[in-house]
């Protein structure tokens, strides 16, 4: 059966390393639009000849399954990590959405183009398509944290899914490395996040008081 070979790396030149190339595009990317940016404008915001580029990149669809890679396999990461705690599955799901905000906040470009892609490249579409799984793995940990009673059972997993990671994901359009560190964040966002959807004790939460 035929598999797919990963793209091979190649090795940059000194000053101009493959890193510099793939940083350089993605600003441009998330700037100016992935359709808009041309190789040319990559090598003119690296001060490098087009020529010079191509040395370290096939083209312009190479740097973005790169720099989309970049971004899912950080989450995938810390889906990993977290599939591998010995706890409970409620505790599992607030440390997979208090280290996925801590990727967005390391790779923020690159998850900022992440968000952007639409599938109108084959690219994109896979890289949707680990969206997908990705999406599908926080479904299944809301499923486990709600049948242990971690979280409440009223809300249809997926769509728990949905809002804590549109939660994180909307970080993107505001959070800077100068607002603060990235840690305090995650908690503030694991915190936020798990008050809103803790299990109710209807005997305290409904307003009865007690008989004077």
């Known amino acids: 059966m035929d598999t797919a070979r990963p793209v091979p790396r190649r090795r940059g030149r000194p000053g101009h390393d493959v890193d510099a190339v793939l940083a350089a595009a993605v600003r441009l990317f998330n700037t100016h639009g992935y359709d808009a940016t041309s190789m040319f404008d990559v090598a003119e915001a690296l001060g490098i000849t087009k020529s010079t580029l191509y040395h370290h990149v096939s083209g312009k669809e190479q740097l973005l399954a790169m720099a989309v890679d970049r971004a899912v396999d950080g989450l995938f ?83 728990a899914a949905r809002l804590l990671f549109g939660m994180v994901n909307s970080l993107v359009e505001w959070y800077r490395p ?35």
């Open 77 to 159: 990461e810390a889906a990993t990590r977290v599939r591998d705690a010995e706890t409970t599955a409620t505790v599992r799901l607030k440390e997979l959405v208090r280290s996925s905000v801590l990727v967005l906040a390391e790779r923020l470009e690159f998850v900022t183009l992440l968000l952007r892609v639409r599938g109108n490249t084959e690219v994109e579409q896979h890289a949707l398509a680990r969206r997908r799984e990705f999406d599908a793995l926080v479904t299944e940990l809301a499923r486990q944290a709600q049948a242990e009673g971690g979280i409440r059972a009223d809300v249809d997993p997926a769509t």
């Open 178 to 212: 100068e607002r603060g560190r990235p840690e305090a964040l995650a908690d503030t966002v694991v915190q936020l996040a798990f008050d809103g959807l803790r299990t109710i004790d209807t005997t305290t939460d409904r307003g009865d008081q007690p008989e004077q």
